[in-house]
């Protein structure tokens, strides 16, 4: 069965931290997993994209990092500020490409 | 950018209500999707439809219809809204060179 899963389910964090959120998955034929932020009431906004081939990728003080071999995927923040207070999806696209499967999304809040 | 346009962002309607929920893309893009959100149970597929007039089912469509006649809009219908329909609803549209899901604002039903 296609699954994404990720933990943690909330997370509170201090200003100027750092965090790592997680992401799971059983999604065949994998396509690629995106990470997309969504800020409270408002649809969700891609980050990065990882594909099969690609281990890391960073956009500013996000890096989303890829294990193909045990389908594991990370968002690492870096620096956070209250601006990240949101919840990240992991999305995992399969093959042909225009089936998407979600993860429930993890609540990251960023306190002063 | 690619813009998704929700009608509306909130709505509160009566148990046996019709409701219409709109949106509308920019991008002459042929993949659509009507999505809804809910806490713990992350984004569930209602229907999609991959051209004109076309239209497939999703994971949840009991209690919904959809509509598209032009490229440009796809509508997501509840014939008789009840009250397990309380939801985010959310309308996407797929970038198919990259894969990449591009959300709208969300509309926030609530049905009492």
């Known amino acids: 069965k296609n699954q994404v899963e990720q933990s943690p389910q909330s997370l509170i964090i201090l200003e100027g931290k750092n965090c790592t959120l997680q992401c799971n998955y059983t999604v065949s034929p994998f396509s690629n997993l995106r990470w997309y932020k969504q800020d409270t009431g408002r649809g969700p906004v891609s980050l990065t994209i990882?594909?099969?081939?690609?281990n890391t990728k960073s956009n500013g003080r996000y890096t989303a990092t890829l294990d193909a071999d045990t389908k594991q995927s990370s968002l690492h923040i870096t620096a956070s500020q209250l601006s990240d207070s949101a919840s990240y999806i992991c999305v995992v696209s399969a093959h042909p490409g225009n089936q998407f499967y979600f993860g429930t999304g993890t609540s990251l809040t960023v306190i002063p | 950018d690619v813009k998704v346009t929700q009608s509306s962002r909130y709505l509160v309607k009566r148990t046996g209500e019709k409701v219409f929920l709109e949106c509308v893309q920019d991008?002459?893009?042929?993949?659509m999707f009507w999505y809804r959100q809910d806490p713990g149970l992350g984004l569930r597929l209602i229907y999609f439809s991959y051209d004109v007039k076309m239209k497939e089912k999703g994971d949840i469509p009991e209690g919904y219809s959809v509509s598209r006649e032009k490229k440009e809009r796809f509508s997501l219908i509840l014939e008789s809204a009840s009250t397990n329909q309380t939801s985010m609803y959310l309308c996407?549209?797929?970038?198919?060179?990259?894969?990449?899901?591009?959300f709208g604002e969300g509309s926030r039903l609530t049905v009492l």
């Open positions: 990882m594909t099969f081939s690609e």
């Open positions: 991008m002459d893009h042929e993949n």
């Open positions: 996407a549209t797929l970038l198919a060179n990259t894969g990449e899901l591009f």
